[in-house]
């Protein structure tokens, strides 16, 4: 290959780099202007509430005490079909003055959201429910948990059980010990509820192949141990 040509192939490389560099920063400007947009709404409600703000993840991020805007919050959840603007409210939602006010509206997203392409939202949804679901949602809790279409978007609504003062999580929490998927999370439930009764089905876990898991379960073991003495 003689050199000419060679240049002349690197510069065409470097000419495509550019030109794919080019293109997704124009998709992430796009993406930028529809959120911009689609936020618009809500952020014009925060501001008659006083949260004058450029984005809702302005909220959290900026550490605002913004407990009288969770409302707003909730009202806006349901309304907003776009994914990251709809994550950014719920982002907002996953904080402990928006329980547990936010729980029903959480429980009723997760449910609608079927499609696997959104595990990303469902999994934030369940995160958040796992800072406000109390007994007053558990029984719808415990159903979304058990059923596997939701897959890992589950991992969450198991450590929220862990939050139920009902005693029939910890059998729920057992019970998800046998699905991969959410076992590890089921462990870290069982550990915020010094389930005793859960011990020895907890201690196979110190074996498991996932190094976070193991640590779990030691960490779940270490929990129930102290409080039985």
Not at 148 to 175: E, F, Y
Not at 190 to 206: N, V
Request: net charge positive; proline share 3%.
């Amino acid at each position: 290959m003689s050199a000419e040509k060679s240049k002349c192939e690197s510069d065409e490389a470097r000419q495509e780099l550019l030109s794919l560099l080019e293109e997704k920063e124009q998709q992430r400007q796009l993406t930028i202007a529809i959120n911009k947009r689609d936020s618009a709404p809500v952020l014009a409600d925060l501001a008659q509430a006083g949260f004058v703000i450029e984005w809702i993840s302005d909220l959290y991020s900026k550490r605002y005490n913004y407990k009288s805007a969770i409302p707003i919050l909730l009202r806006w959840l349901p309304l907003i079909e776009n994914v990251n603007v709809k994550e950014d409210i719920v982002r907002a939602l996953s904080v402990p003055w928006a329980k547990p006010i936010a729980a029903p509206t959480l429980i009723y997203e997760f449910r609608k959201m079927q499609n696997e392409s959104i595990t990303g939202i469902k999994w934030a949804i369940a995160n958040a429910l796992s800072i406000v679901a109390d007994d007053s949602v558990f029984t719808d809790i415990v159903d979304l948990a058990q059923d596997s279409q939701h897959g890992t978007a589950r991992q969450m609504l198991a450590v929220s059980l862990g939050n139920m003062k009902d005693p029939r999580a910890q059998d729920v929490l057992i019970k998800l010990l046998d699905d991969d998927k959410v076992a590890g999370h089921a462990i870290m439930g069982l550990g915020k509820l010094k389930s005793k009764k859960a011990h020895q089905a907890i201690e196979r876990f110190l074996s498991h192949p996932k190094t976070w898991v193991r640590n779990e379960a030691k960490k779940a073991l270490a929990k129930i141990d102290k409080a039985s003495k």
